[in-house]
């Protein structure tokens, strides 16, 4: 397949490892922050101590500021369950190609996050901190069962390999929600931007899939990366399908969306969203000749978090999309 099918479309590849703890309850019956510290988060210290030396950065929930932990939420480094958690924690690389979360819903949920389409890379960088993590901690496996977690849907592999993706002529043909149901019947799922009960802002798209019970991590890894390939194909149709129904029209659009990120004063992170959702369309199809990864880099930037990080200040909603549109236009020219 043409390597800019898989630039134009896929965003980001993940690979989700859960781990346990033997003989430790799960993150929602702990009590105490002794079992925590003594356990834990020494044992994921000692690890990222061997494989990363001192390049990772360390973030306790409790007490790190809203907007650092919104900002790593916005850049898929941490979850929303454990930006909440009064008990949670995050390793992340100083890369951040990987993140290992401590007491989200599990004891550990190690995460590999890589760009563009790469299951194979993602999952050998989880393996790799897995590996040395097992020579820390107890980690809690079944013969039979396989890993143990929380949620019993993630039982043997405890594997979970998502691939963010943009499918902006699926979604406005109104297609999207056939392909969701046929996937759903293949093991495979299509969530929202954050993943589970978030919406598909901006055309993107979580593909993973569904279970691990009785799949290899090999076989997981084989179906969602079919999954993707034939999203690709259909994607690029109903781009080629657009084109040819809406013509001139769809181009104004987007030419109006390019115009509206390139000189506004003020935007919102939804309006941002659905602009550049049109602009990125118009670089798919010959419209725009604008760096994609680039694009895609300015999306996580201009969220809110990631504004009060980058700007150190503490905005407001309004100072927010006076600060994006700023921001949007430094980074188009």
Not at 151 to 165: D, E, H, I, K, W
Not at 184 to 211: F, L, M, P, V
């Amino acid at each position: 397949m043409d390597k800019n099918k898989y630039a134009n479309t896929v965003i980001s590849t993940r690979v989700r490892l859960a781990r346990n703890i033997n003989n430790l309850p799960f993150p929602r019956r702990l009590q105490g922050q002794e079992e925590i510290y003594s356990v834990l988060l020494k044992g994921v210290k000692e690890s990222c101590d061997a494989l990363y030396k001192n390049q990772y950065r360390f973030y306790q929930m409790d007490k790190i500021d809203d907007a650092d932990s919104l900002s790593l939420v916005e850049r898929h480094l941490i979850s929303k369950n454990l930006q909440n958690s009064q008990y949670g924690a995050a390793f992340i690389t100083e890369g951040e190609d990987i993140s290992i979360m401590v007491n989200e819903e599990d004891h550990l949920r190690i995460q590999s996050i890589v760009k563009g389409f790469n299951l194979e890379t993602a999952f050998n960088k989880a393996a790799e901190i897995d590996k040395e993590l097992k020579n820390h901690l107890d980690i809690a496996y079944d013969e039979k069962l396989g890993y143990l977690t929380a949620c019993p849907t993630n039982l043997g592999s405890a594997m979970r390999a998502s691939v963010m993706m943009f499918l902006p002529a699926l979604s406005m043909t109104n297609m999207i929600e056939t392909v969701i149901l046929r996937y759903q019947d293949e093991g495979i799922t299509i969530r929202g931007i954050y993943g589970e009960g978030s919406k598909a802002e901006g055309y993107i798209y979580q593909i993973s899939n569904q279970a691990a019970i009785s799949l290899s991590e090999k076989e997981i890894l084989k179906r969602v990366g079919n999954a993707v390939e034939n999203l690709i194909n259909a994607e690029e149709i109903a781009r080629n399908n657009l084109k040819a129904a809406r013509g001139i029209d769809l181009q104004n659009d987007i030419m109006i969306s390019y115009g509206i990120l390139k000189y506004c004063c003020k935007i919102s992170s939804q309006e941002m969203m659905q602009d550049l959702a049109l602009v990125k369309l118009g670089v798919n199809l010959g419209y725009l000749k604008l760096d994609m990864n680039k694009l895609n880099d300015m999306l996580v930037l201009s969220q809110p978090g990631m504004l009060c990080y980058i700007s150190k200040q503490k905005l407001d909603a309004r100072g927010r999309d006076i600060e994006r549109a700023k921001f949007i236009k430094n980074y188009l020219e």
